[in-house]
Structure formats: structure tokens, C-alpha cells
């Protein structure tokens, strides 16, 4: 069965701090990976996708890596915000198109 | 509009009742999902079309779940003899093209279904 991993499945940091969030995946023929921020009460946004040839891909503060041979991925958020109190989700898709979803790491950014 | 639009925002109802969840894609795209999300966990996949007809119901658990998307526009969600183990967010995604590739779903949302 195809599985998507993430850990921790919650954390807490100081407002200002880096962290990493990790995922990993046993989705084979692997196509692509999103990480999603979903807010409390609202649809997951994508943040970045990347396809099996790309290790890493920035979108501002957030930055994605990518490693198909071991199937693991990582978004490290710099220096980060209040506003990046959310829960981030990992997606992987297969070629034949379906999609598999973490369950998603709860962060909590404290002042 | 300018986004993926759910009605209602939060549904409560009664254990045996049914109900209709309605989603409102962004114009012009032509795959539409639905996914239903426990808390604490990742979306589940229930269905997803390609312009009227469903392409992959695979997800949705029981012949009491049903969509429809008469037009290849607005889709329904429908429960019948909802049971508590109902209770969920209900996640409607839209994207352009559907099947593989990186083309983006656009989430809704999402419909707060309680099951008393």
C-alpha cells in the first residue's frame, strides 16, 4: 500500500527560529511531491512541488528537498512567523495520478 | 469567483438524515475532487471527476456516498443515512487537467459535516 509519513506530528517554536519538517513516502512510480500549509478551518495551499528530477525548490521562506532514491523529503521554514502556525501536509503523487496525503505536522510558532 | 467556493460552511445533522454538500470549482477547470478529512489527519481521497462523469469513485466507502456533476461545473456531495462515523471536514479540490502530471488542485474551503 502506498504510504506517506510525516514526522513530528506536531512542534513547537519561538517565533524567529528555523525548523525542518520531514516526510517519507513509499509511492511507487513516484510523479511528483507537494507539501500544503492548511490553516485551522480552512483547504490545504500548495507551497511547492517538486518532480523526480529536483532536489530542492524555494518559495520564499519555505524550502522543499527531495530525495527519490531514498524517498524522503523535508520543508525547512526560516526564521519563521506567527502566520506560519498551520499544519503541513505532504502529498505524493503516482503515475497513474492519485494522490496520497500525510496526515500532516502540526506547527505552532510561540512569541 | 476567484476561488473554489463549498456551501454550507458547517452542516449539522441528525444520525439517518441526509444530506447535500455542494462545491463551486474555479472556472474553466475541468477535475474536480472530493476528499474527506478527519482531524489530526491528511485528506482522504473520495472521488474525482473529469468534466461530468467520475473517473475514480475508488474512495468513497459505501453506496451511501454519491456525487454528481451534471453540468462539468458545480458538484453535490450527497450522504444518505449519514451515521456518526460521518462526521468530518469535507475538502472539495479543483485543478485544470486532472489525471498525473504537476498540475495544481485548488481546495475549497471545505464543509464541517456533524453527525449527531
Known amino acids: 500500500k502506498n504510504q506517506v509519513e510525516q514526522s513530528p506530528q506536531s512542534l513547537i517554536i519561538l517565533e524567529g527560529k528555523n525548523c525542518t519538517l520531514q516526510c517519507n513516502y513509499t509511492v511507487s512510480p513516484f510523479s511528483n511531491l507537494r507539501w500544503y500549509k492548511q490553516d485551522t478551518g480552512r483547504g490545504p495551499v500548495s507551497l511547492t512541488i517538486m518532480t523526480f528530477s529536483e532536489n530542492t525548490k524555494s518559495n520564499g521562506r519555505y524550502t522543499a528537498t527531495l530525495d527519490a532514491d531514498t524517498k524522503q523529503s523535508s520543508l525547512h521554514i526560516t526564521a519563521s512567523q506567527l502566520s506560519d502556525s498551520a499544519s503541513y501536509i505532504c502529498v505524493v503523487k503516482g503515475n497513474a495520478g492519485k494522490s496520497t496525503f500525510g496526515d500532516g505536522t502540526t506547527l505552532t510558532v510561540k512569541p | 469567483g476567484a476561488g473554489v467556493s463549498q456551501t454550507p460552511s458547517n452542516k449539522v445533522t441528525e444520525k439517518g438524515k441526509y444530506v447535500e454538500l455542494r462545491c463551486d470549482p474555479i472556472s474553466g477547470h475541468t477535475a474536480l475532487y472530493w476528499y474527506r478529512q478527519s482531524l489530526g489527519q491528511g485528506p482522504e481521497f473520495l472521488i474525482y471527476?473529469?468534466?461530468?462523469?467520475?473517473?475514480?469513485d475508488s474512495g468513497l466507502p459505501n453506496d451511501r456516498f454519491f456525487a454528481v456533476r451534471p453540468e462539468g461545473s458545480v458538484s453535490t456531495l450527497k450522504i444518505q443515512r449519514t451515521e456518526r462515523g460521518d462526521s468530518a471536514m469535507y475538502l472539495c479540490?479543483?485543478?485544470?487537467?486532472?489525471?498525473?502530471?504537476?498540475?495544481?488542485?485548488?481546495f475549497g474551503p471545505g464543509t464541517r459535516l456533524t453527525v449527531l
Open positions: 479540490a479543483s485543478s485544470l487537467l486532472a489525471g498525473g502530471g504537476t498540475d495544481t488542485q485548488y
Open positions: 471527476f473529469q468534466g461530468t462523469g467520475a473517473a475514480d
